[in-house]
């Protein structure tokens, strides 16, 4: 019996991590349904990146006031959670405080105090992330792709942490060898008085039911992320090395079409010459995209590193006009859709089985693609490198390379150009008429 709390400590550890990994194995699984793309390039500019906007959070501070409680909320837990690996030591090996027994006093106490001071400027910031949400309402925290779980999610994930920060707070006012100690506890001293009314028996199990709510907490937490839009906690790093570094204007070609267009404009080309050689089929499976596995894999990991912050749609210009569009929702929608086909491989052991849907049609519409105005504002505003766009561009690809679906007006340009070699519905003859009426 006097090893039973170390066994089942044991027990919760694997099964909590366990999961955990089951579920990355399927994350990984999914984003693989995409193709995979080239990033070799740029290596130091990526990682450049990783450091100054995923790590620096340089691109959330542009807004000032969220962008510095999120910094404070990022910092302190992470942080926080660096006593984990003391709460596991102890769990496994039944100790209490090894920290204390093996760092020097002066040491652990500036840890243990530093901790604690972070712990309650998260409870504060996690206060007005609250606020914002249900009591302020935030404007791009109302968009209709925000109803149900999705605003539901943003607050469960708050008071996670309001509940882990005071267990950590309590665990720390009621560990009467801690206290007593008289380092590290800069706030749980003023706490502890809370508690004076208890004899040592109740304040050991009072620090004990904590220690034990924390940790399960902590596991919890960890496997919720996966379900939760709080998953770019883990997927902002890779998101962001694999991000865009050429040009945010630059739109990639298909190998394929430029080769046939290289053939058309030259007039002294052999049309019965070899194509060049690409690197790729001369001609692909199917011209852009209509479902997640046309996708490429790191659009796909865009999807999933969604923070759902609505930055991208509330300085989308379509979306300020009244269209449709949200760049939000173009990536929420891919990522609903993913999750809809792994879990259709799971139900057919291993295989996807055609269940007559796809992303184009049954998630995101034609009149939303037709509304984006390729202006980039979506793929500037993510805090975490997400490119909405490319998706969106793969999507009209395909509605007009493979439908032949594009809006009358476009189809008028592309007759123009083709006839005309302009935009505009005049030949070539009459193309400077305008100067004789001046």
């Known amino acids: 019996m006097e090893y039973l709390p170390n066994i089942i400590f044991a027990i919760l550890l694997i099964a909590g991590i366990g999961y955990f990994a089951n579920n990355v194995k399927k994350l990984i699984r999914n984003i693989k349904l995409g193709h995979k793309v080239d990033a070799s390039d740029h290596k130091p500019e990526r990682w450049k990146n990783v450091v100054n906007i995923a790590l620096g959070q340089s691109k959330l501070v542009k807004r000032p006031v969220s962008g510095f409680l999120h910094a404070i909320v990022y910092v302190g837990f ?8 003391e709460i596991i030591i102890d769990g496994l090996f039944g100790t209490h405080r090894i920290g204390q027994q093996v760092l020097p006093s002066a040491l652990y106490g500036f840890l243990i105090g530093a901790f604690e001071i972070l712990a309650v400027l998260v409870l504060v910031c996690v206060t007005v992330f609250w606020l914002r949400r249900n009591v302020i309402k935030i404007k791009r925290f109302l968009s209709s792709e925000m109803k149900g779980w999705p605003k539901s999610d943003g607050n469960i994930i708050l008071y996670f942490e309001v509940v882990l920060m005071c267990l950590f707070l309590v665990m720390n006012a009621t560990d009467t060898v801690f ?44 496997n919720y992320l996966y379900f939760s839009k709080h998953l770019h906690i883990l997927l902002a790093f890779p998101n962001v090395y694999y991000g865009k570094v050429v040009p945010k204007g630059k739109f990639n070609n298909l190998d394929a079409v430029t080769a046939e267009v290289k053939l058309m404009m030259d007039p002294d080309a052999d049309p019965y010459a070899a194509p060049p050689e690409t690197g790729e089929d001369d001609v692909p499976a199917k011209f852009g995209a209509s479902d997640v596995m046309d996708l490429s894999q790191v659009q796909l990991l865009n999807a999933y590193t969604c923070t759902e912050c609505g930055r991208c749609t509330s300085e989308c210009p379509a979306n300020l006009t009244g269209k449709k569009l949200s760049p939000r929702k173009i990536m929420m929608d891919t990522r609903d859709r993913l999750e809809e086909v792994g879990k259709n491989i799971d139900a057919n052991n291993g295989e996807f089985k055609d269940d007559g849907k796809q992303l184009l049609g049954d998630y995101i519409t ?35 390379m493979e439908q032949s679906a594009a809006p009358m007006e476009l189809n008028n340009m592309m007759t123009n150009i083709e006839n005309n070699g302009a935009p505009w519905p005049y030949n070539q003859m009459d193309r400077l008429n305008w100067k004789d009426e001046a």
């Open 366 to 400: 034609n009149e939303e693609l037709w509304a984006c105005t390729t202006c980039n504002a979506c793929v500037e505003a993510c805090p975490v490198s997400i490119d909405p766009l490319s998706i969106i561009i793969e999507m009209r690809r395909y509605l007009v």
């Open 78 to 85: 992470i942080i926080i959670n660096i006593e984990v690996l």
């Open 179 to 222: 206290q007593t100690a008289g380092s590290g506890n800069v706030i749980s001293q003023f706490i502890a008085p809370w508690f004076s009314g208890f004899d040592v028996e109740t304040l050991h199990t009072i620090e004990r039911v904590a220690w034990w709510l924390h940790i399960v907490g902590i596991l919890v937490f960890l």
